[in-house]
């Protein structure tokens, strides 16, 4: 299980940071994603992070978003800085284990003035 956490309003130039925290699998061997979806538009993949691994980004970070892991507290982070109103969206944290996909429930990013 996945469960995103961190979520809220943020105003324009703001950061929050998202935390994913994982059971139920051996967290440090598999790797962990945060995608995002805003209103009519698709599902789309932010950033992934694998242990012991440099992580990627999608473009439109641009290196205002930073994600990281902490192995022993099974707990994948999302730190966001300089939001801009096109960063808000359901963000939503992934997991691959074994074949089986895992979705976090969603934590809301609103950025408005």
């Known amino acids: 299980q996945l469960q995103a956490s961190g979520g809220g309003l943020v105003q324009p130039g703001g950061s929050l940071r998202l935390s994913c925290e994982a059971s139920?699998?051996?967290?440090?061997?598999?790797?962990i994603a945060w995608f995002r979806q805003s209103p009519g538009k698709q599902r789309e993949l932010v950033a992934t992070?694998?242990?012991?691994?440099?992580?990627t980004y999608a473009d439109f970070v641009a290196g205002r978003f930073t994600i990281s892991r902490d192995n022993a507290k099974h707990t994948v982070y999302l730190q966001m800085n300089s939001l801009n109103v096109e960063d808000a969206a359901v963000y939503y944290c992934?997991?691959?284990?074994?074949?089986?996909?895992?979705w976090g429930q969603g934590t809301l990013v609103t950025v408005s003035s």
């Open positions: 992070k694998r242990s012991g691994r440099d992580p």
């Open positions: 992934y997991a691959k284990v074994d074949g089986q996909v895992f």
């Open positions: 139920g699998f051996p967290f440090a061997y598999y790797s």
